[in-house]
């Protein structure tokens, strides 16, 4: 299956700690990427990898894998937190794939 | 500074074509796989079309395979999406993103993005 699957919305009390999944098949084989997207702005990569931030984002975001479940953890989580998150990868057929997007509303 | 900026949306009625283009500035255009995807209003992200570096490798979505050509000029810098007989299901704005070079990491990693380009599809 080349599909991943998202938590339509998730929500964390300010300063809390938060973990937003993702489903599938491919992921057993090709690690995730995650993006977070806020209202009127383009996606921004905050994960890859194994564990990887780029530059710029915070060390309250982790990210981590097991078996076909891929996972955005943020530590400590801020109100500019609040956004729209994607995981991405590739299927067998080298195809790329997004979940569905996890709303997170930090409160 | 990277830079992709996407143009070439607009409004066009159903059946008929648009080609979107991509400039990419601040780094060396011709080592980069490129991808676009789109997301249509209040939705997510989906997905479009990937070509590798030299242009020989290209994929698509099922849902626009046989209508979108995905191409690349190294010598001008630039990333293409023709896309033909569009639909009312291809209302969306659409991203160019590059995908990060990397030996140690299996999967996909889009570093960077456009800002994207609305296309709208509506008669």
């Known amino acids: 299956s080349s599909e991943l699957t998202q938590d339509p919305a998730v929500s964390v009390a300010l300063g809390q700690t938060v973990r937003i999944t993702c489903q599938g098949d491919?992921?057993?084989?090709?690690?995730a990427s995650w993006y977070q997207q806020k209202p009127g702005q383009a996606p921004l990569l905050v994960i890859y990898g194994k564990n990887n931030r780029p530059s710029g984002i915070p060390d309250r975001f982790s990210g981590s894998s097991s078996g076909n479940t891929a996972s955005l953890t943020i530590t400590g989580a801020q109100a500019e937190d609040e956004a729209d998150y994607y995981c991405?990868?590739?299927?067998?057929?080298?195809?790329?794939?997004f979940g569905g997007g996890t709303n997170l509303t930090v409160v | 500074e990277v830079k992709l900026v996407e143009s070439g949306g607009g409004l066009v009625q159903p059946g008929r074509s648009l080609r979107l283009s991509c400039a990419a500035s601040g780094f060396i255009f011709s080592s980069y796989e490129m991808n676009w995807v789109r997301q249509a209003p209040g939705k997510g992200l989906e997905w479009v079309s990937y070509?590798?570096?030299?242009?020989?490798?290209?994929y698509y979505a099922d849902s626009v395979k046989g209508r979108f050509t995905i191409s690349r000029d190294n010598a001008k810098n630039s990333l293409y999406l023709q896309m033909n007989r569009l639909r009312a299901e291809d209302t969306a704005v659409y991203y160019c993103?590059?995908?990060?070079?990397?030996?140690?990491?299996?999967?996909?990693?889009?570093?960077?993005w456009g800002q994207g380009t609305l296309v709208t599809v509506s008669s």
């Open positions: 993103a590059r995908e990060e070079i990397s030996t140690l990491v299996r999967g996909v990693i889009l570093g960077y």
């Open positions: 491919s992921l057993r084989n090709y690690y």
């Open positions: 070509i590798s570096s030299s242009g020989s490798t290209i």
């Open positions: 991405n990868s590739r299927d067998s057929s080298s195809k790329r794939v």
